[in-house]
């Protein structure tokens, strides 16, 4: 199950799935750097927006992963 820049390939959002939510935290503190909790927050945001329910809780996951 690889990450992509925009997200995982459908991972449910699950809080066990913690490999997802790693890599996808790294990858956006390795492009979006200290910006990377607001990236995740944004993504959410487009996810709920597009009633992709699953999506916008894995991002709320990466979210808080990312302020720890």
Do not use: H
């Not at 820049?5 to 990858?27: C, F, I, K, Q």
């Not at 750097?33 to 809780?57: F, G, I, K």
Request: glycine fraction near 6%; charged fraction near 25%.
């Amino acid at each position: 199950m690889g990450a992509r820049e925009d997200g995982p390939d459908r991972v449910p959002a699950t809080s066990g799935d913690s490999g997802a939510v790693r890599a996808a935290v790294l990858n956006l503190q390795n492009i979006y750097s200290d910006q990377a909790p607001a990236e995740a927050l944004t993504r959410a945001l487009v996810s709920e927006r597009t009633q992709d329910r699953q999506m916008a809780q894995f991002w709320v996951e990466v979210y808080l992963a990312s302020c720890r």
